[in-house]
C-alpha cells in the first residue's frame, strides 16, 4: 500500500510497515517509490510541488532515496505572489471555552505557575537549589498552585549587549518572563554585575514587581542567605497565587504554538494536516494559532505569500524569509543544513520535501501577522511568529507568546516545556505504540484509513480544551519533562 498525496505527484511514500520488495530492493516504510519511470534531470513531483530533479534514470517501481534527488533552488523572494489569493473567513465557532486563570492585563493562563525568572545564567545553579527547596518545603502548603519553574537560559552577560542582534534574546526573556503562565508576576533573581540588568530585561513592567520580588545575589551575605531570601519571596509569592482560581475563558483567549520535531515523510500526510484542521477550529473559535521554524517554510513560502490577508502582511513573510537566508549565508550554510539523519531516515530526501510537510500545519485561513523573532504576538488567527527550526530554539521563542505548544513527531522526541503543556502528535501509530506514555494523539490512523483528517483534528481540538482546563495532562507534564531555554541570539559574544 502506498499514498499518493496530489494527482500530479509521480512518487508515493509507502505504508506497509514491513516495506515493499520491488525488483531487487526492498523500499522500506514511508520511503517513496516512483510511480513510473523518470528520465534524468526529469522534476520529482510530491504534494503537486517538485521537491527535487533526478540525477539519473529512476525506473517504474523503484526506491527514490535522497542520493538520487538534486534539490532545487528555493523560491525566489523578488516575484512571489502577494495576498493573491487570500481565503474567505470560516464560519465562526461559537461556544468553545476552557478553565483558565484571568491575568490582571487580561491574557489567560493554562496553568498557574511560580516562576523564577533569571537576568543571567551565573544565578542558574542558585536559582535550580532554591527551586529543589521550594517544591519540596513549601509548594504542598498551596494546593491551588500547579508548579514551581525556574526560567533560566544561557543569556545575559560576556555578549555584546548594544549589537542589534541582541534585541532578540533581550524581548524573548521579557515574555517569557512575563508569561500569562506565571501571572504575569514572577520573582527576579539577578546576580548584580551582569549586562542584562532587571531595568534593562523588564523594562517598564519591572516596577509591578516590586523591590520585595527581585533579588540580587552579589547584596546577599553567603549562600544560604540567598536561598533564604529567595524562598522568603516564594512563600509569599505562593500564597498569592494559591488564592487564585480556574474560570470559564472563551477559546478565543488560547494562543498555541504548532512545531515539528524528528519529521518523517508521513508528517505531510497525517499529523501535520490534522494539527492543520485543529488550527482552523481554533482561528474560527477566535483564538491565535502560531507557526514558525523559518527554515522549515523557506520552501513552501510560494504557497503562503497569496494566502496573506494582505499585501504588508505577505511583504512582513518575506522580509522574515529574507532575514534569515541572509543569517545563514553569514555562517556559509544554507537551509540544506536543516534536514537530519532521522528526518532522512523517516524518508524525506531535503528541506524541500519536509517544508512542503510543515505547512500543513497551518491549515487552511488566512495569514493574518508575521512577528518578528521574539516579539510578542498579539494579534488574532493564524500567525506566522520567525524562529530557528531547532525544537529547543523554536519553542524557547514560540514562549513569548504562546499558552499551549502542539509538537508534532513522525520519529519520535521526548521534547517538552516547564512552562506550558506540550501536546504531542505522532504521524505513525508504530510510533504511538512504541511510546504509548509520550504521545498523546496518534495520527497515523489517518494513514491507513482508521481515521480521516477532520476527526483527528477534532480529536485533537477538543483534548486542546480538557489539557487547557487542566482536565487532562499530556505525557510530558506526566513525566514532568522540560527542556531548558534556548534563546536565539544571533549576536556578537564577547
Known amino acids: 500500500m502506498h499514498i499518493r498525496v496530489n494527482g500530479r505527484d509521480n512518487v508515493a511514500i509507502i505504508v506497509d510497515p514491513e516495506g515493499f520488495v520491488s525488483g531487487k530492493e526492498r523500499i522500506p516504510q514511508s ?16 504534494y503537486g510541488e517538485t521537491i527535487g530533479f533526478a540525477n539519473r534514470r529512476i525506473e517504474a517501481g523503484a526506491w527514490v532515496r535522497e542520493e538520487v534527488v538534486d534539490m532545487p533552488a528555493a523560491p525566489p523572494l523578488d516575484d512571489l505572489p502577494l495576498a493573491t489569493a487570500v481565503p474567505a473567513p470560516l464560519a465562526a465557532l461559537d461556544g468553545y471555552s476552557f478553565e483558565g486563570y484571568r491575568n490582571a492585563d487580561g491574557s489567560a ?12 545564567q551565573c544565578v542558574a545553579p542558585t536559582v535550580d537549589f532554591a527551586v529543589r527547596r521550594i517544591k519540596a518545603e513549601l509548594l504542598p502548603r498551596f494546593p491551588n498552585v500547579d508548579d514551581v519553574v ?13 549589537a542589534p542582534g541582541a534585541a532578540i534574546p533581550i524581548r524573548t526573556l521579557k515574555h517569557i518572563s512575563l508569561h500569562a503562565n506565571l501571572a504575569g508576576q514572577p520573582l527576579l533573581v539577578s546576580l548584580g554585575c551582569e549586562k542584562l540588568q532587571p531595568a534593562r530585561l523588564l523594562g517598564n513592567a519591572l516596577p509591578m514587581l516590586g523591590e520585595a520580588n527581585v533579588i540580587r545575589l552579589q547584596d546577599q551575605r553567603g549562600f544560604a542567605e540567598t536561598v533564604a531570601a529567595i ?7 505562593l500564597g498569592q497565587l494559591d488564592r487564585r482560581r480556574r474560570e470559564t475563558c472563551p477559546a478565543a483567549d488560547l494562543v498555541v ?11 505531510g500526510v497525517t499529523c501535520n494536516p490534522a494539527v492543520g484542521y485543529a488550527a482552523d477550529l481554533l482561528v474560527r473559535a477566535g483564538a491565535t494559532v502560531l507557526f514558525s521554524e523559518v527554515t522549515e517554510v523557506r520552501d513552501a513560502v510560494h504557497l503562503l505569500t497569496p494566502r496573506a490577508a494582505t499585501r504588508e502582511v505577505a511583504l512582513a513573510l518575506i522580509r522574515e524569509m529574507r532575514w534569515y537566508d541572509d543569517y545563514l549565508a553569514l555562517g556559509h550554510a544554507d537551509r540544506s543544513a536543516n534536514t537530519t539523519p532521522g528526518n532522512k531516515r523517516g524518508g524525506l530526501v531535503n528541506i524541500v520535501e519536509k517544508a512542503l510537510g510543515s505547512v500543513a500545519k497551518a491549515g487552511s485561513t488566512a ?17 506566522f511568529a520567525a524562529t530557528p527550526a531547532s525544537d529547543f530554539i523554536c519553542g524557547t521563542q514560540q514562549l513569548a507568546s504562546m499558552n499551549l505548544h502542539v509538537f508534532t513527531t513522525g520519529e519520535g522526541s521526548p521534547y517538552g516545556l516547564s512552562l506550558v503543556p506540550v501536546v504531542k502528535v505522532s504521524s505513525r501509530t508504530a510510533l504511538a505504540e ?30 486542546i480544551l480538557d489539557v487547557a482546563s487542566g482536565r487532562k495532562k499530556t505525557w510530558a507534564e506526566h513525566w514532568g519533562l522540560g527542556n531548558a531555554l534556548a534563546p536565539f541570539n544571533p549576536g556578537p559574544v564577547t
Open 367 to 383: 495569514l493574518q501577522a508575521v512577528a518578528s523573532h521574539g516579539e510578542k504576538v498579539v494579534s488574532k488567527g493564524l500567525v
Open 231 to 237: 524562598m522568603e519571596a516564594a512563600e509569599r509569592r
Open 257 to 267: 504554538g504548532l512545531q515539528c520535531g524528528g519529521s518523517d515523510a508521513f508528517s
Open 109 to 120: 493562563g493554562t496553568r498557574n505557575i511560580l516562576g523564577l525568572a533569571t537576568t543571567v
Open 434 to 463: 512504541k511510546w504509548s506514555d509520550l504521545i498523546d494523539i496518534d495520527a497515523g490512523r489517518i494513514a491507513t484509513g482508521q481515521a480521516t483528517i477532520e476527526e483527528v483534528g477534532w480529536e485533537l481540538f477538543r483534548f
Open 31 to 46: 520511503h517513496k517509490i516512483a510511480l513510473r519511470s523518470l528520465d534524468a534531470g526529469e522534476p520529482i513531483l510530491r
Open 150 to 162: 525556574a526560567v533560566t537560559h544561557s543569556y545575559g552577560c560576556g555578549v555584546a549587549i548594544d
